[in-house]
């Protein structure tokens, strides 16, 4: 049955965690900073600043590649 979308609901469903996955992702990033402009913060070089948080929005990335082309595949099968 074709609904004239160019994506299935189990691609659409995919790419939506994908999303929610990066914002995850650049939430981790956030923080960090100093309110002191003279004042040098050294918590925005943590390990989930530098690592977590863009491995994660990697992962996002990833899922939102393999949903466009599932999705690809599935409306090939129908």
Do not use: H
Request: hydrophobic share 55%; glycine share 10%.
């Amino acid at each position: 049955m074709d609904n004239g979308l160019a994506t299935t609901s189990k691609g659409l469903k995919w790419m939506v965690i994908g999303v929610l996955v990066m914002v995850a992702g650049y939430l981790l990033m956030m923080g960090g900073g100093s309110k002191d402009p003279q004042v040098f913060n050294t918590a925005m070089f943590d390990w989930r600043r530098l690592v977590a948080a863009p491995t994660v929005i990697l992962c996002g990335v990833v899922i939102e590649i393999v949903a466009i082309m599932r999705v690809a595949k599935d409306k090939k099968e129908q």
